[in-house]
């Protein structure tokens, strides 16, 4: 019974995991779209300087 258990426990850590992975991933590719909007915002504000010679 204990091996039983023991190895049902490595595959609900093995979900646990995954699932981790998959959160880390899609924060990794949320922080990269925060960076090219920002990127983005920061190339807007250079273009209103130079427009208007602030």
Same mark, same amino acid.
């Given at each position: $019974?204990?091996? *039983? &258990?023991? /190895?049902?426990?490595?595959r609900?850590? &093995? $979900?646990?995991? @995954?699932?981790?992975?998959?959160?880390? @991933?899609?924060? /990794?590719?949320?922080?990269? %779209? *925060?960076?090219?909007?920002? %990127?983005?915002?920061?190339?807007? *504000?250079?273009?209103? &300087?130079? &427009?208007?010679?602030?």
């Amino acid at each position: $019974m204990y091996n *039983v &258990r023991k /190895a049902s426990d490595a595959r609900s850590n &093995r $979900m646990i995991y @995954e699932n981790y992975c998959g959160l880390l @991933e899609k924060f /990794a590719d949320d922080l990269h %779209n *925060v960076a090219k909007a920002l %990127n983005d915002f920061q190339i807007a *504000v250079v273009q209103c &300087r130079k &427009r208007y010679n602030i």
